[in-house]
């Protein structure tokens, strides 16, 4: 039972060459809005309860932000990535941003939300995927992908602290010039987490799932964040921390990637995987696809597989 192990990070320098580009994208992109899902799902738009870590997408599925080829296709991210995994094939699938100012704790820690051979989020509950993905009952149909996460610039704080030799043994920090690095492993199976973020003096602020963060565009290249109407916070785009992560694919070959991507799992599939360990474990429950809506199946399902959780991690400002 259990994740994979995943084998520590590699980390690049000088990753991108032209910076002024990456700003321009930011200003075009903009606005950033709260990161939510997962984390917060919270569904009160009037409430107060984001900290300030903004978030957009610059490549997914059905969208190519212009110039964000600079990351999708970077040749030292694929190259990273199959000295990583050892794979031949990296198709890059997404590109997003992540802003972020003022969170006094850190952010989750987390390992990132899995994906498998015809199980993804558009078609499963989040809950089912992770647990999928923590029972190891699915490994054979696990898509095995690759993260990069760039820094913009160095910042008051914003740390990343990661598990590389798995979440019952100490975390490293990445916290010293971290700017124009990257780090390229699997965060899927590594623990990672944002530590504090300043500026510090006035704590961790909060704003509701509809505040925006832009440029004010007056001249000065000064950021806000705005939120019912009013401004809650002004900094220069430099001192505040941005980070890009960048997903890809990796298949170990062609041919292997021929043979695989046909073998789709269905939800029935994955009910009768779930079922048979069930039994065989002697659990009461049962993986009933009538109620997937259900928390008690979710806590249920959680109790069996239960995910890990990392030693000396940060508080999270994400409750
Ligand atoms: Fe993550």
């Known amino acids: 039972m259990g994740i994979r192990p995943a084998a520590p990070p590699l980390l690049l320098h000088d990753v991108i060459d032209d ?37 957009d997408d610059w490549v997914h599925d059905t969208f ?13 991210y694929v190259e990273a990535a199959k000295r990583f995994s050892g794979a031949e094939v990296v198709v890059p699938t997404s590109v997003y941003v992540n802003v972020m100012t003022a969170i006094t704790e850190g952010g989750p820690a987390h390992t990132d939300n899995p994906r498998f051979l015809g199980r993804d989020r558009t078609n499963t509950p989040m809950w089912v995927l992770r647990a999928m993905l923590w029972s190891g009952l699915f490994h054979d149909h696990e898509v095995h992908q690759v993260t990069a996460i760039w820094w913009m610039n160095d910042v008051e704080g914003g740390a990343l602290r990661y598990w590389p030799d798995g979440p019952d043994r100490a975390p490293v920090d990445h916290d010293t010039a971290m700017a124009n690095t990257a780090l390229v492993g699997d965060n899927h199976t590594m623990f990672h987490q944002v530590g504090p973020i300043g500026p510090f003096g006035s704590g961790t602020l909060r704003v509701t799932p ?25 900094a220069p785009l430099h001192d505040v921390r941005v980070s890009v992560l960048w ?6 070959s062609a041919e292997e990637l021929e043979a ?3 073998d789709t799992l269905s939800m029935v599939d994955v009910a009768r995987t ?20 259900d928390p008690v199946l ?3 399902l959680a109790e069996v597989y239960p995910e890990a959780v990392p030693i000396g991690a940060f508080a999270s400002a994400f409750g």
């Open 19 to 55: 910076l002024g580009a990456v700003e321009r994208l930011l200003v075009e992109q903009a606005p950033n809005t709260p990161l939510g899902g997962w984390y917060s799902p919270e569904s009160d738009l009037g409430a107060a309860t984001r900290p300030l870590w903004f978030q």
């Open 64 to 76: 190519h932000a212009p110039g964000s080829e600079l990351f999708l296709h970077h040749p030292g």
């Open 210 to 234: 509809r505040a925006e963060f832009a440029p004010i565009g007056d001249g000065s290249g000064d950021w806000a964040v705005t939120d019912r109407g009013a401004e809650v916070l002004r």
């Open 247 to 252: 997903k890809a694919d990796v298949w170990a």
């Open 260 to 262: 695989r991507a046909g």
């Open 274 to 293: 779930f079922d048979a360990d069930l039994v065989e474990r002697g659990a009461a429950v049962r993986f009933d696809l009538d109620r997937l809506d």
């Open 298 to 300: 979710k806590a249920a």
